[in-house]
């Protein structure tokens, strides 16, 4: 949890230091969205995360606990893309690209601090269908309201 706590602090940290209104001048930037070397870039990050999250949370996990453990981190993980995949559906009539990869890294965070726990495959979907919405809803309505209040 401090790796995340960190990560999140740096991130807004780094947000305001770097004034994202020159950014956002950019012709490839509108709306936050990347060009299509990004997007595909980010996308074979996030088959890595799928690869590679489930062994980072059964790292600490007993032997008998390990398999359980990989297969809630997919489930989770899986889950949030698909939630994150209607929400886009539903909004927008298309796949959003940036909210996928986004709900995925939320899916294995949510997961991941509760891996050590007894989590049965039906409740872990559960967290990663709610860290999907969650991080859905955040990306699309949250982000208009903070750049509002950060941005220069």
Known sequence: MYIHTFGAYFGLAASFFFKPKLASTSPASDDNAGGYL???????????????????????????????????????????????????????GKLEMTVILNATLAGGVAIGSSSDLIVTPGIAMAIGV??????????????????EKINM
Do not use: D, H
């Open 130 to 147: 709610l860290a999907g919405i969650i991080s859905t809803l955040g990306f699309l309505y949250l982000k208009g309201w903070l750049e």
């Open 38 to 92: 990004s997007s595909t870039i980010a996308m074979v990050g996030t088959l890595f995360l799928y690869m590679f999250w489930p062994s980072f949370n059964c790292a600490l996990a007993t032997e008998t606990q390990q398999q359980r453990v990989i297969i809630s981190t997919i489930l989770a993980i899986s889950a949030s893309c698909l939630s994150a995949a209607a929400i886009c559906r539903i909004k927008f």
